[in-house]
């Protein structure tokens, strides 16, 4: 059984989406979608350096773009399920098709302005933290006023919270926990602070009207399976301020009867996880078109 998903801010690189764009028809699609959003998507992709791009309001299409670009050159692929790390889970709904391509780059698009915005309110921020019990760095966390923002499994919990609340984190470790890395966006994401982005978003979704899933579509939320397009999108709108839990939907996955994953361009996070977490299933990630051919014999054998 085969899962595709699609990572989540963080992993967009300068220059990443350049030998994806020489695929046929892919500048003509991502022409299209930058028309339909009012951002030159392919400037982006393509010129942008590591700043330009790590703007949210950029970041997040950017990476849902790259996302359905990697995908669709994989072929028509019917996999077991889908999923995606938090703006991730944009894209996932458009592999299950419960949004278009097009509705996916729009609600993106208001989703990432939006973020930004509530993320200019208060200076904020996010830090990894590697290794350590989740208990004990969850109660850790709550302590200092951080909220655990990402449980990503595999030892690995991000941490998101005001500034001083970081700074106090890095002088004050959980018991067990090797290292915080302070990562590179603009915002406690997935936190209270991204309340005026939850009012946004919910006004964007109501100019939406989603299919249900055509394949299980696991969410962040808790790792279940969303059955419903309307639930789908009721759980993209919440998630913004509430934690992601990548390791339930690892463990769906596992229930699922999961035998191999791919991750979707610009992959190598959720692989990383994977490999850590599901052990025996065969992970590949898509960085560039070379990986194609791999990608396809995965296809072919699993999904």
Known sequence: ??????????????????????????????????????????????????????????????????????????????????AGHSVGEITAAAYAGVLDDTAALTLVRKRGLAMAEAAAITETGMSALLGGDPEVSVAHLEKLGLTPANMNGAGQIVAAGTMEQLAALNEDKPEGVRKVV???????????????????????????VPADPTVAYVSNKDGRTVTTGTEVLERLVGQVANPVRWELCMETFKELGVTALIEACPGGTLTGLAKRALPGVKTLALKTPDDLDAARELVAEHA
């Open 182 to 208: 302070p990562l590179k966006v603009a915002g406690a994401f997935h936190t209270h602070h991204m309340g005026p982005a939850v009012e946004k978003l919910a006004e964007a979704a109501k100019e939406l």
């Open 1 to 82: 059984m085969l899962v595709l998903v699609a990572p989540g801010q963080g992993a967009q690189t300068p220059g990443f989406l350049t030998p994806w764009l020489e695929l046929p028809g892919a500048a003509d699609r991502l022409g299209a979608w930058s028309d339909a959003i009012g951002l030159d998507l392919a400037h982006y992709g393509t010129q942008a350096d590591a700043d330009a791009i790590r703007d949210t309001a950029v970041a997040q299409p950017l990476l849902v773009a790259a996302g359905l670009l990697s995908a669709a050159a994989l072929g028509d692929i019917v996999p077991g399920a889908v």
